[in-house]
């Protein structure tokens, strides 16, 4: 069973940045496709950005407009999401994701592990 554990969120002002990081452990990391998406209150979860199984194609969501960067280390089994120019808007849970065929898509329900989330909040 493969297991997905985010960290890195916390409380920033805007115009901050910060690192989530996603590590896994229990599968073989480099099969899969990853992503990040977002849930933030009263809203569905949204997809951010995700990454091929070997790192060399990357896809975001509009509104990232060359804020966030993903990247991931097969190495270490770790994907990582870079935030920059944090808004408010960008308040929420930020969740990683694992897909096992194809992918990365930016379909929630097309990805089969997910870890618990880890919240960024946007604030001043």
């Known amino acids: 069973q493969v297991q997905l554990v985010e960290s890195g969120g916390g409380l920033v002002q805007p115009g901050g940045s910060l690192r989530l990081a996603c590590a896994a452990s229990g599968g073989i990391f480099s099969a899969y496709a990853m992503a990040w998406f977002r849930q933030a209150p009263g809203k569905e979860r949204e997809f951010v950005a995700g990454?091929?199984?070997?790192?060399?194609?990357?896809y975001y969501a509009d509104f990232v407009k060359g804020r966030f960067t993903i990247s991931r280390d097969n190495v270490k089994n770790t994907v990582v999401l870079r935030l920059n120019g944090l808004k408010p808007e960008d308040t929420a849970v930020y969740f990683c994701a694992g897909q096992i065929l194809g992918g990365p898509s930016q379909r929630r329900d097309e990805y089969n592990f997910w870890g618990q989330g880890t919240r960024v909040t946007v604030s001043s």
């Open positions: 990454i091929s199984r070997a790192g060399g194609r990357t």
